[in-house]
């Protein structure tokens, strides 16, 4: 057949839509939001070119409708997992051979299917199953989705054009071969995109997968595999099972053809796999790859010239937005006493315009927090920090369970900066205030703050500074560089994009491969090196030797 040097289609970020009161995109998919509502979905375990219904069932219900029913998924027993390995390593042998650009093709595919037909469907199932409102759902699932796809295909494409010199007499080449086994992909239930991306970045570089996305996001999962097949992907390439976590992951983790893990969750779980994965170092074919993105403890620190009212605003939408269940989420913030009554006004007065409930009715700015167990961990919090001498609660502080998981957005002051909350990561609604003495205030005292800042957390994921002083911003972003992966100057530490700023921490946030990059996919590649010499030599001996 033909050949060539193919140039793949330039990746350009998926253009957000506004669902706008009329729209057809409010309308298309508020009707698709009333489909899947009342549809009852049953996801079943995709192994190979099977999808197995085990009967061994879970109910879906929506977080802010939790006596609803949405749909069931059904659970794997061991055999399963073990069937999910074999199909893969089956798949992998025509898979890892298949040309470059028929593998880009598919995923470039899945790209447009997300960005057109299955747009209302995807963002619907992510409303419902993760309680999303409509922006959060469309920035999430349909478009960072869609440019993870595209992108990762530009950057598999200039990987490929990476290559080694040549001198007179040789030529030089790289192969990027997909690692020898298999891939573990561990998805959480807050991003439809990261479900989405984890499995399929490293099938995109020819590996083949086994994919455990969140018992809480069934729904949009199930979206996700809809779309995987109709865009041609092969059976077995990604097998999805869900199922006990710590009896799949020690089933995988005993495989000897098991090569890494693509994993996005909690620190200590990550610490957990990593701890199995060198016990069982000597069972592998080869050293598993290793590539993690966990918790986070995210900071704003706003120095005394800072603007209140941005100040103010960038803590209402990265401590808030999807109720604060973001890794990258704003949820310990250092505010000179100066600004604080003003920014406390303006906080308020944002937080009280917020209105709560159902994703369903898109007034809604606020929706429900994913499952009991969550509400429970933030309630107590809440409760506590409202006996505690050392603390107060500031604004909002309620919480109902009778219908949905609802906490009200939450503003917490703290005279300790390293009281409780300010050093938990709690994953909701719940942001805690350290109000500093700003008083004949020094570079001395700023860099104190800062190395407050640093030393508070045992994450380092996002942060952010804000400052009218450049110089005072330049301090900042020397001494937290290791306290944020991704760092923000005068900006909210959250909406990472695709191309444009890719995501990941280091410290107790994970390995920083930085998902959305060319690094995380060189990842999932094992170089082989390929010298050819033309006209090989025929005498052993060097000029050295002479007379």
């Not at 190979?48 to 069932?57: Q, R």
């Not at 790859?289 to 704003?300: A, L, M, Q, S, W």
């Not at 994450?459 to 944020?484: E, H, K, P, W």
Request: glycine letters at 8%.
């Amino acid at each position: 057949m033909g050949k060539g040097f193919f140039h793949v289609p330039k990746a350009v970020n998926e253009p957000v839509k506004t669902y706008a009161p009329g729209s057809p995109e409010r309308e298309e998919v508020l009707l698709t939001y009333k489909d899947l509502y009342n549809s009852n979905m049953e996801v079943p375990l995709y192994i190979g070119s099977k999808e197995i219904k085990t009967g061994d069932t879970k109910d879906i219900r929506p977080p802010h409708d939790h006596k609803h029913q949405v749909g069931t998924y059904h659970i794997a027993e061991k055999k399963h997992i073990e069937e999910a390995i074999d199909e893969a390593i089956k798949a992998r042998k025509k898979w890892a051979k298949l040309e470059w650009e028929q593998r880009a093709a598919i995923f470039l595919k899945a790209a447009d299917l997300i960005a057109g037909p299955y747009r209302a469907r995807i963002n619907a199932a992510t409303m419902i199953g993760q309680s999303k409102n409509i922006f959060q759902a469309e920035i999430d699932s349909a478009c960072e989705l869609c440019d993870f796809l595209r992108f990762n295909v530009e950057y598999m494409a200039e990987m490929y054009d990476e290559q080694p010199n040549s001198s007179d007499g040789n030529w030089n080449r790289i192969e990027y071969r997909p690692l020898e086994g298999f891939v573990y992909a561990i998805t959480p239930f807050n991003f439809t995109a990261i479900s989405g991306n984890l499995p399929s970045s490293a099938a995109l570089m020819g590996n083949v997968a086994l994919w455990k996305p969140s018992a809480s996001q069934m729904l949009s999962a199930q979206v996700i595999m809809e779309v995987f097949k109709e865009a041609g992907l092969p059976d077995g390439v990604i097998n999805m099972v869900m199922g006990d976590p710590e009896m799949i992951t020690n089933t995988v983790l005993d495989s000897p053809d098991f090569a890494g893990v693509h994993f996005t969750g909690s620190t200590n779980v990550f610490k957990g796999i990593w701890g199995k994965i060198g016990n069982n170092i000597n069972k592998y074919k080869t050293y598993p790859r290793i590539v993690g993105e966990t918790g986070g403890k995210d900071f704003i620190v706003a120095h005394p010239t800072s603007n209140p009212k941005q100040v103010a605003t960038a803590i209402s939408r990265g401590a808030f937005e999807y109720q604060g269940q973001k890794c990258s989420a704003a949820s310990r913030v250092y505010l000179p006493e100066s600004l604080w009554p003003e920014i406390q006004d303006l906080l308020k007065e944002d937080l009280e315009s917020f209105k709560m409930g159902s994703p369903e009715d898109m007034s809604n700015f606020i929706n429900a927090v994913i499952h009991e167990g969550a509400f429970d961990k933030l309630a107590g919090y809440i409760d506590q920090a409202k006996k505690d001498k050392d603390a107060e609660v500031v604004i909002g502080g309620n919480y109902d369970k009778s219908e949905g998981y609802f906490i009200e957005p939450t503003v917490i002051v703290a005279k300790d900066a390293h009281y409780t909350t300010m050093e938990t990561e709690l994953f909701g609604p719940v942001v805690t205030i350290h109000v500093y003495d700003d008083k004949n205030y020094t570079e001395e005292k700023w860099r104190d703050l800062l190395e407050t800042v640093d030393n508070t957390s045992i994450y380092g994921l996002t942060g952010g500074v804000f400052s009218g002083d450049r110089y005072m911003t330049a301090i900042a972003t020397d001494m937290l560089q290791n306290a944020a992966g991704n760092f923000y100057i005068n900006d909210k530490p959250t909406g990472a994009v695709v191309g444009q700023q890719p995501f990941g921490g280091a410290r107790g946030s994970g390995t920083n491969d930085k998902a959305g990059s060319k690094m995380n996919l060189l990842r999932w590649t094992s170089v082989r090196l390929i010298k050819e010499t033309f006209v090989p030599a025929t005498d052993y001996r060097y000029p050295f030797l002479g007379e």
